[in-house]
């Protein structure tokens, strides 16, 4: 169970950095142009067409690819050993499951995006994690971040390097992770996001993976 009490860990050091740190502020801040009383990068094709647009398309398609696969040998058994089957169904759920965790989370949250805020020259007031909304302000519905979630799933994928390649499992899932709260930081510049946004995010794929793969593991019979 030293997965489980690592992200407890995390999940503790999320909440110290948002009841004491103006990190989210400060970050949002320095990507916020106060004389034009926008975000510069906003509408860029770094972060607008390139992130925000091709690569969750190529994100999806290679869930959907994922799904399809899982799905087939499901209907017609591949010639797959049982450890390859569970790792491919632990991606392909991981695939479904973190966006649209994530998503649900973010439906039912009150917290705003920045470019949403009067900070940043929008109307809602900055509420920070466990405040609650002044009276008549409508939910923001941005926490967790929505974005990051089309390649956090991706994280599950180390799984393929699993049991006999331990470290090279640990660097895949670093790097993919990695590259889930990169493709979120593209988002902050934006002001869509703050950082705490990305990294809750990030800690739900990683329960969500956890929770798959150790319940996936319990439920097939393993081939002698």
């Not at 519905?141 to 994280?155: K, N, V």
Request: hydrophobic share 55%; aromatic share 10%.
């Amino acid at each position: 169970m030293a997965g489980l009490g690592l992200l407890l860990i995390a999940a503790m050091c999320l909440v110290a950095i948002a009841l004491w740190t103006d990190w989210d502020l400060k970050l949002a801040d320095s990507a916020y142009a106060a004389n034009a009383r926008t975000f510069p990068l906003r509408h860029a094709w770094l972060t607008e067409t390139f992130n925000h647009l091709i690569l969750k398309r190529v994100f999806t398609a290679l869930a959907v690819a994922m799904i399809i696969a899982v799905l087939w040998d499901i209907a017609v058994p591949r010639p797959w050993s049982w450890l390859r089957r569970f790792q491919l169904r632990v991606i392909a759920l991981s695939a479904v499951l973190v966006p649209t965790v994530i998503s649900l989370l973010k439906q039912a949250s009150d917290s705003h995006c920045p470019w949403d805020l009067q900070r940043y020259g929008g109307t809602e007031p900055y509420v920070g994690l466990f405040q609650q909304l002044p009276a008549g302000i409508a939910p923001g519905h941005c926490m967790p971040g929505g974005h990051a979630s089309s390649a956090l799933w991706l994280i599950s994928v180390s799984i393929l390097l699993l049991p006999y390649r331990m470290l090279h499992a640990a660097f895949l899932l670093t790097a993919v992770l990695m590259l889930g709260i990169g493709v979120g930081w593209l988002q902050q510049l934006r002001g869509a996001h703050f950082l705490s946004h990305t990294l809750w995010s990030a800690w739900i794929a990683l329960l969500i993976v956890f929770l798959v793969t150790t319940c996936l593991d319990r439920w097939p019979r393993r081939e002698q």
